[in-house]
């Protein structure tokens, strides 16, 4: 065995050996070259390599490249968005012009934005993901939320409802929760500033790319609101071709129902054997005796009866044996759900001179969801660059949303007598025809009550939501103007201002005829059997509920922007100041007798507490109009800086300090420091690294 092994590796180094031998005979060089584009502009970062030696190089800012290569050799040029070339160098030669053709339907090198500067990957050393427009379309959604599910590695989307909208307003984290008690929401930044508005008002068919930012440099970079992550739209601009493009998308989704067979709930026999025996110890009986108004389930109810002599022993078996034929979810998708349906239709035209390029873009979405609700929405998107001069650039850009929304069927797990939800809810007779549920009161208890003054006390689900509907109508306007001027090739100086303006007006009518009006006007009634009179304190007609609210943001910034290369090194650093303000207005309230034709509302008394019906319990009639207003200030001074030696060393830092109007707080704890720091080392860059397994590999680490 050891034989083989001494025959082996003389074998080996035989062959190294001659393979040495013939580089050396060929003699070596330096080799010199420079690598354009079909566009005759320059190519930064394009690797050349050598087949018989190995060695690598890479361009420079300028496309100059030099490597030591052997008398006859052949190079390879790669880069990403170019088709790779294959060349045969000899020595000597005079310097290598070399032409990359523009590889079809690739995507030019990753560029990360992250709202201050645009990156190269290699300058930064955060946890960045970018998601570009091609991985976007090939998502369907109504919004660029639904777009985003199961492409972003780090983004967890929870499909709850929201129950604080001050501390969220969308339902998706970044690498989980940062902060406690305030808001759990990632910050959003469109086009390079905080966007105050819902993220599903932004039209995806509009978005040129996403950049999450992760970890602590979102932070350094934005500052506290960054604690959770930041999300960084960037909006689409003119085409880069001369001339005028039009383009046109219409797309039809439709869906299944929810399977709510899938959701776990408890056999309906083993359910019902269950509250028999809580009936038969006593654990009803304190409801029973004191609230008997109050609702208990179907079972309960049939207990009860039966217990009481209302109904004979062959009733209760036929009651309990029609429960058992019952089934809450399937009952719930048969009635209540329907085939979920989404239009999107899209205009972009684009168009582009020598020294201007602009985008108009317009969308219109029309969704009818699975509960009967409907959605409407028009985007309109328009951007501008103007070139007025080599060394100045304006820019502006204007997003209209304007969207509808109108309510439709409620909810699975909205059906509970009390607190309680059963398996075997039936929302229709033998027959087909709707039949009342037992959601607060008991309804056969409540009949008898005063039945010749009160209103109904009954609620019928699959009539009801036909009678108390919901309405909401959202405009915003969010404009940005940004000024560019290079006095120098190395320096920019950047001017930009932000002003955001959204309006939401929400209303819900509940006629005469819906169980919420009727039950309010029952409840304040006050009887008198005495006199013999009846007092209406809430005014039979309709109920409106009316609520408004309005965000008005700015945000100016001025911002230098530095970017040098010296031999080795290059070198980005951003230096800058902004001041914004977030200003949030809203108002809420209820009005009674309310009719829309003629149109009409009765005074209340809000402040009044009234003996309520049926328990006697004191109460103010509810909506009372309240008024909101938080305005808050802020002022950010930031600096970054990015320095890469020979294209694989990286170092990077950012520091902030954020100040803030916050009330109550100290004068010290009004500014806050941000910062972070980071290093990196692009291995597959290295003349001893080659693996096919991993052919980029870059180590990166982060403080802050």
Avoid: C
């Avoid at 599903?200 to 996403?210: A, K, L, M, R």
């Avoid at 880069?240 to 989704?253: E, K, M, T």
């Avoid at 079972?299 to 217990?307: D, F, P, V, Y």
């Avoid at 914004?580 to 009409?600: E, F, I």
Wanted: net charge neutral; no cysteine.
């Amino acid at each position: 065995m050891i034989k083989y092994k001494i025959i082996l590796s003389v074998l080996i180094i035989s062959v190294l050996m001659s393979v040495g031998s013939a580089i050396a005979q060929q003699g070596k060089g330096l080799k010199r070259g420079r690598v354009w584009n079909s566009e005759k502009k320059p190519v930064r970062g394009a690797v050349i390599g050598s087949v018989v030696t190995g060695f690598r190089a890479q361009t420079d800012d300028k496309g100059f490249f030099e490597m030591l290569t052997v008398e006859r050799d052949t190079l390879t040029i790669s880069h990403v968005g170019y088709e790779k070339e294959t060349i045969t160098s000899f020595l000597p030669a005079e310097l290598l012009n070399i032409v990359l053709t523009t590889r079809d339907n690739v995507i030019d090198e990753v560029e990360i934005n992250t709202g201050y500067q645009t990156l190269k990957p290699n300058e930064i050393t955060g946890s960045i993901q970018v998601i570009d427009k091609e991985v976007l379309n090939e998502q369907m959604g109504v919004n660029i939320l639904d777009r985003l599910r199961n492409v972003s590695s780090g983004l967890l989307f929870d499909n709850v409802n929201l129950e604080d909208n001050n501390r969220q307003k969308h339902n998706f984290t970044v690498r989980g929760l940062s902060t406690i008690n305030g808001p759990i929401d990632p910050l959003i930044v469109l086009d390079g500033f905080i966007y105050e508005g819902n993220i599903e008002n932004i039209d995806p068919n509009n978005v040129e790319s996403i950049s999450i930012l992760k970890d602590a440099a979102a932070t350094s970079i934005w500052g506290a609101r960054a604690g959770n992550g930041v999300v960084v739209i960037t909006s689409k601009k003119g085409s880069a071709r001369d001339g005028i493009q039009i383009s046109f998308q219409q797309s039809l989704l439709t869906g299944q129902k929810s399977d709510y067979t899938n959701l776990y709930e408890m056999d309906v026999s083993d359910y019902i054997a269950i509250e028999e025996m809580l009936f038969r110890n006593g654990y009803y009986n304190n409801q029973l005796n004191r609230n008997p108004e109050r609702s208990v389930t179907p079972m309960i109810s049939i207990l009860n009866k039966r217990q009481k002599g209302v109904i004979t022993a062959d009733d209760s078996l036929r009651m309990v044996n029609g429960l058992l034929g019952n089934s809450s979810k399937k009952a719930y998708q048969e009635h209540f759900l329907q085939t979920p349906a989404l239009m999107q239709s899209f205009l972009g035209i684009a168009r582009t001179t020598d020294n201007m390029r602009s985008n108009l873009g317009i969308g219109y979405t029309n969704n009818h969801g699975e509960n009967k609700d409907r959605s409407r929405k028009l985007n309109l998107h328009f951007n501008n660059s103007l070139q007025l001069s080599e060394k100045l650039q304006v820019d502006v850009n204007l997003q209209f949303t304007n969207q509808n929304m109108h309510s439709g069927t409620p909810g699975f797990r909205t059906f509970t007598h009390g607190s309680k939800s059963v398996p075997y809810t039936a929302f229709t007779d033998q027959t087909g025809a709707p039949v009342p549920f037992d959601l607060s009161y008991d309804r056969e208890f409540m009949a008898s009550y005063s039945p010749e003054h009160l209103m109904s006390w009954e609620y019928v689900p699959l009539e009801d939501y036909k009678h108390s509907v919901s309405n909401t109508d959202l405009t915003e306007w969010y404009t940005v103007a940004n000024m560019r001027y290079q006095p120098f090739k190395f320096l920019n100086f950047n001017s930009g201002f932000q002003i955001q303006a959204q309006n939401v007006n929400s209303y819900a009518d509940h006629d005469m005829d819906s169980y919420y009006t009727r039950t309010l006007i029952n409840q304040f009634t006050e009887i008198d059997h005495d006199q013999n009179t009846v007092t209406y304190n809430i005014p039979k007609g309709g109920i409106r509920k009316e609520d408004r609210s309005t965000v008005s943001s700015y945000t100016w910034r001025n911002q230098l922007d530095f970017t040098k290369t010296w031999a080795d090194f290059d070198v980005k650093s951003i230096l800058g100041a902004e001041i914004r303000q977030n200003k949030a207005q809203g108002s809420s309230m209820q009005v009674y007798g309310y009719n829309s034709d003629p149109l009409r509302t009765v005074p209340v008394d809000y402040s009044k507490p009234y003996a309520t019906l049926p328990t006697g319990a004191s109460y103010s009639i509810l909506g009372s109009p309240t008024y909101s207003q938080t305005l808050n200030r802020f002022v950010s001074l930031y600096l970054n800086g990015s320095m890469i030696y020979k294209r694989k060393y990286g170092f990077y830092a950012s520091l902030r300090r954020d100040g803030a109007n916050i009330f109550g707080a100290k004068t010290n704890d009004q500014w806050v420091p941000f910062w972070s720091a980071g290093g990196s080392w692009e291995l597959s860059q290295e003349n001893f690294y080659r693996s096919d397994l991993l052919p980029y590999l870059k180590l990166r680490a982060t403080y802050g």
